[in-house]
T-cell receptor, first 114, second 109 residues
Framework: DVKVTQSSRYLVKRTGEKVFLECVQDMDHENMFWYRQDPGLGLRLIYF???????EKGDIPEGYSVSREKKERFSLILESASTNQTSMYLC?????????????FGPGTRLTVT | GQNIDQPTEMTATEGAIVQINCTYQ??????LFWYQQHAGEAPTFLSY??LDGLEEKGRFSSFLSRSKGYSYLLLKELQMKDSASYLCAVMDSNYQLIWGAGTKLIIKP
């Protein structure tokens, strides 16, 4: 079974803090993704990575950065957390190619910025 | 722009059949996905359609019409555990997933 894990299920941070969200996958997937999910909105892509040290901006990269130093690990960084970054953050991974390009998701991190 | 539309919420009765519709307008098309997401949990993959027609997988079936930009997810013999949100997503020409907001399905006894 594919397993995607995220470092925290719940996180509370103060405005202006630097926040690190970690994601690890154990299936040797090339692609990794960070999304945020807010009520009434679809998943929105923040950043993705096709390979180690490679990163691409998604639809809403402002206020975020990412790091992928190892194939299995993809980190999302909030440089200076703001209240509008309160959200559910979902990490996902997938194979580079395949019949379905299915994405496997981690359990999510619910981040509250006060 | 790119757009995925699906109903916000639907209610159905245990044992019945429900159809969740999804319409899309995207830049290119490389397949349509349905995911299930229980409250507080991660989305899990249900189905993938890239050709027109019906794909059946147990109690769940997914249909695609590329010419109409339309898909539906059909759930038969509903069970209480089917109460969840169902997410429709389309892979565009850049192989990026465009997500709908999801349909919350409520199953009543």
């Amino acid at each position: 079974d594919v397993k995607v894990t995220q470092s925290s299920r719940y996180l509370v941070k103060r405005t202006g803090e630097k926040v690190f969200l970690e994601c690890v996958q154990d299936m040797d997937h090339e692609n990794m993704f960070w999304y945020r999910q807010d009520p009434g909105l679809g998943l929105r892509l923040i950043y993705f990575s096709y390979d180690v040290k490679m990163k691409e901006k998604g639809d809403i990269p402002e206020g975020y950065s990412v790091s992928r130093e190892k194939k299995e690990r993809f980190s999302l960084i909030l440089e200076s957390a703001s209240t509008n970054q309160t959200s559910m953050y979902l990490c996902a991974s997938s194979l580079e190619s395949g019949p379905t390009y299915e994405q496997y998701f981690g359990p999510g991190t619910r981040l509250t910025v006060t | 722009g790119q757009n995925i539309d699906q109903p916000t919420e639907m209610t159905a009765t245990e044992g019945a059949i429900v159809q969740i519709n999804c319409t899309y307008q995207t830049s290119g098309f490389n397949g349509l996905f349905w995911y299930q997401q229980h409250a507080g949990e991660a989305p899990t993959f249900l189905s993938y359609n890239v050709l027109d027609g019906l794909e059946e997988k147990g109690r769940f079936s997914s249909f695609l019409s590329r010419s109409k930009g339309y898909s539906y997810l059909l759930l038969k013999e509903l069970q209480m555990k089917d109460s969840a949100s169902y997410l429709c997503a389309v892979m565009d020409s850049n192989y990026q997933l465009i997500w709908g907001a999801g349909t919350k399905l409520i199953i009543k006894p």
